[in-house]
């Protein structure tokens, strides 16, 4: 629910009221005095755009409404920052931010970087320039000054949380089986999985690279063997579905990692904070920690995980190469194995034993081949644009997957790679529910019946976990997830989207049964994105082709956009 006050300022200023559950969420109570107090504060709210603050500011303030105005100038900087965290930045060079800054007709960039500063939302940060060899053949040169950067202290705070995280478990392990024992747990096995189980009982930290299906196996092979020698062992998963799914595959603990940190209910938190009851005062009560899909962690996630885990604890961070980065900012593993302070042990990939793998693997190496799938695994079904998309996905969904296969309409998942856009997953999802489950959007837009996606972290469920609407009860949202049923406030409905369709970043680390990947040409194609969408199905995939040659060229030449980040240069500190 939003405040009377917040709706009746933004009806007085033509805000449109869309914007208001948003804007409660994001502000938290007594939103609209703050935004009386300092209109440009509307930036924080996400979908807002400068213009568009700068016209409710002229709304509230009048003539007072100035371009020069310090509160205006330090909302800027933050929001620039906002921006690049989007694209999964920790930091970004001053300069970067003072010369946008001129573009939005700030008069004193430095001043308004300043002012940010002085809010304590805002860090400096100094960047020491890479050694360059060539300057010291030079006479009399100067050497490099050190760059300053800058990052919302949301995400370099805890991207140096990670890095003395990993310091510490790095310094503190000691080796988990004595060499008798890691012997005879070796016997056996070949080689690229002996080297993952030594590293693993003898190392803090250690990252896996491999296949989804190489990746698993080997996360329950270093489990038992640790399990075998009275270790306390535990595989973790991005979701509770996941964690579901490996479990009737397997006979050692699992669980979702949001469910493994424990969040507590905690009032005093800021808007949009999740508390965990683990951390550095109660870590976990575990030797081994296996996360075999560990390449959608962001800094701010790691630096809990990490902060949880004991003295002495074993952590194992496995991902694909060349994997989607995470939806939020930082580049964990690859970080991690540029610092060269972890061992890094590339897995074997088992023949690909059937037409799911065999594309997949394809599109892992650059090519979009043609396969023979005589089970229809795969299915290409052309769309002559996005329209026709999404008619054909809703038409899989609701007839022809279920019809061929025999798989429930609630084992078919849609992804695609935006939200926005004509065959995003918003025009999906709408076109899914008149068809799936029609209704007036009774309780904050959703329905009893309706499949929702937490799309931003809840206390009751991780970012990317499905359920379904059951109904509402005291103004809460009742929520059947895989980890069981829970009730989500009014106040965070906002953190649902319906999720019949998700993006692929939110679908990762979760397989289904089926899959229909909706591809379009203009959204934001890449390898690591048509790789892991591809790879979410286990028995079968619908690809709804609306990209024409843009998707094979993708796959070809387009890999993920290079990420700022510190995560490397604080580990070698």
Request: proline share 7%.
């Given at each position: 629910m939003t405040d009377s006050d917040l709706t009746e300022l933004f009806a007085a200023t033509g805000v449109p009221a869309a914007f208001a559950a948003r804007a409660a969420a994001r502000l938290g109570a007594g939103a609209a005095g703050r935004l009386r107090d300092d209109p440009w504060r509307l930036l924080r709210v996400p979908g807002v755009r400068p213009q568009q603050a700068d016209h409710f500011a002229r709304q509230v303030l009048g003539d007072a409404a100035t371009p020069d105005d310090p509160r205006r100038g330090r909302a800027l900087v933050e929001?620039?920052?906002?921006?690049?965290?989007?694209?999964?930045?920790?930091?970004?060079?001053?300069?970067?931010?003072?010369?946008?800054?001129?573009?939005?007709?700030?008069?004193?960039?430095?001043?308004?970087?300043?002012?940010?500063?002085?809010?304590?939302?805002?860090?400096?940060?100094?960047?020491?320039?890479?050694?360059?060899?060539?300057?010291?053949?030079?006479?009399?040169?100067?050497?490099?000054?050190?760059?300053?950067?800058?990052?919302?202290a949301r995400w370099a705070l805890p991207e140096e949380a990670a890095a003395e995280g990993f310091?510490?478990?790095?310094?503190?392990?000691?080796?988990?089986?004595?060499?008798?024992?890691?012997?005879?747990?070796?016997?056996?096995?070949?080689?690229?999985?002996?080297?993952?189980?030594?590293?693993?009982?003898?190392?803090?930290?250690?990252?896996?690279?491999?296949?989804?299906?190489?990746?698993?196996?080997?996360?329950?092979?270093?489990?038992?063997?640790?399990?075998?020698?009275?270790?306390?062992?535990?595989?973790?998963?991005?979701?509770e579905r996941a964690a579901a799914d490996l479990r009737r595959d397997g006979d050692v603990a699992v669980v979702g990692l949001h469910r493994l940190l424990e969040p507590v209910p905690d009032a005093a938190a800021a808007p949009g904070a999740v508390v965990f009851g683990r951390g550095e005062q109660r870590p976990f009560d575990l030797d081994l920690v296996v996360l075999p899909d560990a390449a959608g962690l962001d800094v701010e996630l790691c630096a809990v995980l990490v902060e949880a885990c004991a003295d002495g604890t074993h952590l194992v961070l496995g991902g694909e190469p060349g994997a989607l980065p995470s939806g939020g900012p930082g580049h964990v593993l690859g970080d991690l194995a540029v610092s060269e302070t972890v061992p890094v042990v590339d897995l074997e990939p088992a023949p690909a034993a059937d037409p799911l793998g065999t594309l997949t693997a394809a599109v892992r190496a650059g090519e979009l081949v043609p396969v023979e799938a005589p089970g229809?695994?795969?299915?290409?079904?052309?769309?002559?644009?996005?329209?026709?998309?999404?008619?054909?996905?809703?038409?899989?969904?609701?007839?022809?997957?279920?019809?061929?296969?025999?798989?429930?309409?609630?084992?078919?998942?849609?992804?695609?790679?935006?939200?926005?856009?004509?065959?995003?997953?918003?025009?999906?999802?709408?076109?899914?529910?008149?068809?799936?489950?029609?209704?007036?959007?009774?309780?904050?837009?959703?329905?009893?019946?309706?499949?929702?996606?937490?799309?931003?972290?809840?206390?009751q469920a991780a970012v990317g976990e499905t359920g379904t609407v059951t109904g509402a009860a005291g103004g809460a949202l009742q929520i059947a997830f895989a980890g069981g049923a829970c009730d989500v406030p009014a106040a965070l409905t906002g953190r649902l989207r319906h999720g019949w369709a998700v993006t692929v970043a939110q679908g990762r680390g979760t397989?289904?049964?089926?899959?229909?990947?909706?591809?379009?040409?203009?959204?934001?194609?890449?390898?690591?994105?048509?790789?892991?969408?591809?790879?979410?199905?286990?028995?079968h995939l619908s690809v709804v082709q609306a990209a024409g040659p843009a998707l094979a060229r993708a796959v070809r030449e387009t890999g993920a956009p290079a990420r700022r980040t510190r995560l490397a240069k604080l580990l070698v500190q």
């Open positions: 929001h620039l920052l906002t921006e690049a965290a989007r694209q999964g930045h920790t930091v970004t060079p001053a300069a970067e931010v003072e010369s946008a800054l001129g573009g939005l007709r700030v008069p004193d960039a430095r001043r308004a970087i300043d002012d940010a500063l002085d809010e304590a939302e805002v860090v400096s940060l100094t960047e020491e320039p890479a050694f360059d060899e060539a300057a010291f053949e030079v006479e009399e040169a100067e050497p490099p000054e050190p760059e300053e950067t800058l990052g919302l310091q510490r478990l790095n310094a503190t392990a000691s080796p988990l089986l004595d060499d008798v024992a890691l012997k005879e747990a070796r016997a056996g096995l070949p080689e690229d999985r002996s080297l993952a189980l030594t590293a693993s009982l003898r190392m803090g930290v250690c990252v896996l690279r491999g296949t989804a299906d190489d990746l698993a196996g080997t996360a329950f092979l270093l489990a038992r063997a640790a399990a075998a020698h009275g270790l306390r062992a535990a595989v973790v998963t991005a979701t229809k695994e795969v299915v290409i079904v052309p769309a002559a644009g996005a329209g026709e998309a999404v008619h054909r996905a809703v038409q899989l969904v609701t007839d022809s997957i279920p019809r061929a296969f025999g798989i429930a309409l609630d084992d078919v998942q849609v992804v695609a790679p935006a939200a926005s856009g004509e065959a995003g997953t918003t025009a999906l999802n709408a076109a899914l529910k008149a068809r799936v489950n029609p209704g007036p959007g009774a309780y904050g837009g959703f329905d009893p019946g309706d499949r929702v996606v937490v799309a931003a972290p809840l206390p397989r289904r049964p089926a899959v229909v990947a909706v591809m379009s040409e203009d959204a934001g194609l890449s390898r690591p994105l048509v790789a892991t969408a591809f790879g979410l199905a286990r028995r």
